[in-house]
């Protein structure tokens, strides 16, 4: 009986450890599937992505056009494709941008406490309390559409997390054994910021960056569809849905297939940060 139950115990770690496994390897197939597709968008195209062709446009699903066309005669499949590149730029813009701001206030807050966390942590409360995409939209609005433009509006909406999470780990680690004895050596100060509590706090940023990933992606899209992101005729998938809500109810393939690979690109990050979640943070005690 004694036996049993052990076992019952051990098979169930075992099991959890494997659904985990699942959800990172179809995580990751499916950003290394959307990675390839930018990268060899030229290849993988069948036409032009921007190829106009009058006499086909808003044309089903059929064998010269696996997903159709669009109102100008564009093949989908080619823009979709194509519409993988500036997203993923983008989001990498925005990831290059946010996490070190994040993560510079959140480990000098927590390092630093005092007046000097207040005052941090305030800011950190005030962009958290605004409502993201409409301040985007906003600052979109004074600077101009863009790629560049869109993704320091976003930016600047999305570090609060960052920093919260790295003050939080930061004041935990603060009166840990490992610090204390860096101090003995006389590490103080930066270098103990930067040199010590920075690499702990990487592995939960990165997966905090991967679950944000999703949201940034639809935020993104959101700009695209109100016409304040990446502009025409470069294929980018918000704009794409915009167009393609003209004529839904009719031609509904023409929102519906962009629509799907914003659908696709976000269940892909959210996997993968779901994997990375349960793989990396230590609060998981794995």
Known sequence: MTQSLSETASVKPRARRTRRNITLTIGLSLVALL???ALFAPLLAPFDPNAQEMGVRLMPPSASHWLGTDGFGRDLLSR????ARPTLLLVSLILVLTIPVGMLIGISAGYL????ERVLMRITD????????????????????GLMNGALALALTS???F?????????????????????????????LMFGHILPLCLPTAVVRA??????????????GFLGM?????????????AEGSKVIFDQWWVAAVPGGAILFASLAFNLTGDGLRDRLDTRNGN
Do not use: C, H, K
Request: hydrophobic content about 55%.
């Open 35 to 37: 990675i390839f597709a």
């Open 80 to 83: 979709v494709i194509y519409g």
């Open 113 to 116: 406490g005092g007046w000097s």
């Open 126 to 145: 005030i962009f958290l309390s605004l409502p993201n995409l409409v301040i985007a939209l906003a600052l979109v609005a004074m600077m101009g559409p």
């Open 159 to 161: 570090w609060p997390p």
């Open 163 to 191: 920093a919260r999470q790295a003050r939080a780990e930061t004041l935990a680690l603060r009166r840990s054994d490992y610090l204390a004895a860096a101090r003995m050596q006389g590490i103080n100060g930066i270098r």
């Open 210 to 223: 991967a679950l944000s990933l999703g949201g940034i992606i639809l935020s993104a899209a959101g700009l």
């Open 229 to 241: 992101g990446i502009q025409p005729p470069t294929a980018e998938w918000g704009s794409m849905v």
